[in-house]
């Protein structure tokens, strides 16, 4: 890979791990802004859960514009986008104030994925993007310890509006160095947007059994782990009354696992298919659900008698991720601005409704998250008959 691969590579993965950060950098503030605010603790949930929706939704808006504005467009006005809502969550004094910040810089970095999947496309080749989707894995694991970390602390010691404060100087850096050294990978004159080109774009994918077949069983699985990690603070604080300071530390447990599989998944890939990557993601994740299950009969919940199985669960999901990624970009590389778009709209929009369900499960008794777990395996299960038919 050239250095100019590379350094499209670099920024747009950048640009990801700001997002994700965005996200994780707010979870320990949750748990206090309820008093702050004097709102509720379900509003501030909720806010968590539309973020994450809204972010899924964007990725629609971005990826139509992939198709006729060049990358470096895109990049800077998601970038100011982002940036008025982090002024605005910054400067909340109620929780309405606070959601409509959220939600605008929500809606600003859900460019991010789209746009790192594009340029990508736009210049790799197959091999060349398998070598480099593993960075996708360590971006999706660093983000949920670092984050809340790097949050909890700048709570603790300066006050929660810091959390955006630091976060608006980051991204104003990254413009700056963005704007200057990020070549453009999408050759030509731009073009005037044309609805009709992005539905039947959308419409094409969207329909396509092939686009089903790998993206099923990646929201049921992206949706559980997401889920788990905005569910941190609600589970580990207020059922075990673990420290902020160490509950953080709890999700390396996770994000290690599914960051291993990621990068074995690289190797895996180039001696066999992405359908075989599936079925061995979703045989593993079967084999979580399964301990599960054996803990909820013969144990009382702990931390770790919920992180036992999904650390398996993230192992099977790193695999699942490499092949969705992979298996998707390559099969539609004409339209890579739309699938780039809808991949990342499948996991967020899966994550916020996951988060709900998870933050919600009563832990008097591990049966409701052994439940959650067999749930997500019977959609495995159902995927593997769609892989068959479209594979």
Not at 105 to 131: H, P, Q, Y
Not at 158 to 166: F, H, M, N, Q
């Amino acid at each position: 890979m050239d250095q100019e691969k590379r350094r499209i590579c670099f920024y747009g993965f950048i640009f990801v791990t700001l997002a994700f950060m965005s996200i994780k950098l707010t979870v320990p503030a949750l748990a206090i802004l309820n008093v702050y605010f004097e709102t509720s603790l379900f509003m501030l949930k909720l806010v968590g859960a539309l973020y994450l929706i809204v972010l899924a939704i964007s990725q629609l808006f971005w990826g139509a514009m992939t198709r006729p504005y060049h990358r470096k467009r895109i990049f800077k006005v998601s970038i100011l986008i982002a940036l008025v809502g982090t002024v605005i969550s910054f400067a909340s004094v109620n929780v309405g104030m606070f959601m409509v910040g959220r939600l605008i810089e929500a809606f600003g970095v859900g460019a991010s994925s789209t746009l790192c999947r594009v340029m990508m496309a736009d210049r790799l080749e197959k091999n060349e993007m398998a070598s480099v989707v593993p960075l996708f894995g360590v971006i999706f694991n660093f983000g949920p310890f670092v984050g809340p970390t790097i949050g909890q602390y700048l709570i603790l010691y300066v006050g929660w509006r810091s959390i955006y404060a630091v976060f608006f100087v980051v991204m104003v850096l990254f413009y700056y160095y963005m704007n200057k050294r990020l070549p453009e990978t999408k050759t030509g004159p731009e073009e005037k947007p044309h609805p009709m080109h992005v539905i039947h774009d959308y419409v094409y994918v969207g329909t396509s059994g092939v686009f089903w077949s790998y993206i099923i069983g990646y929201i049921a699985l992206v949706s559980l782990l997401l889920g788990y990690y905005m569910t941190i603070p609600f589970w580990y604080l207020d059922y075990f009354k673990i420290n902020p300071h160490t509950y953080v530390f709890l999700a390396l447990f996770t994000a290690i696992p599914n960051l291993i599989a990621y990068f074995h998944a690289q190797s895996y890939l180039s001696k066999h298919s992405a359908k075989r990557s599936m079925f061995f993601g979703f045989l593993i994740c079967s084999l979580g659900a399964l301990l599960g299950v054996v803990l909820a009969c013969f144990f009382d919940p702990s931390p770790w008698n919920l992180i036992a199985p999904l650390m398996v669960f993230a192992f099977g999901t790193g695999y699942v991720q490499t092949a969705t990624n992979v298996g998707l970009l390559h099969s539609f590389r004409k339209r890579s601005g739309v699938v780039a778009a809808m991949i990342p709209v499948s996991a967020y929009t899966g994550g916020g409704i996951g988060f709900l369900i998870l933050s919600s499960l009563p832990l008097t008794t591990l049966f409701p998250f052994a439940c959650v777990l067999v749930a997500v395996v019977v959609v495995l299960s159902l995927d593997s008959l769609l892989i068959k038919r479209y594979h």
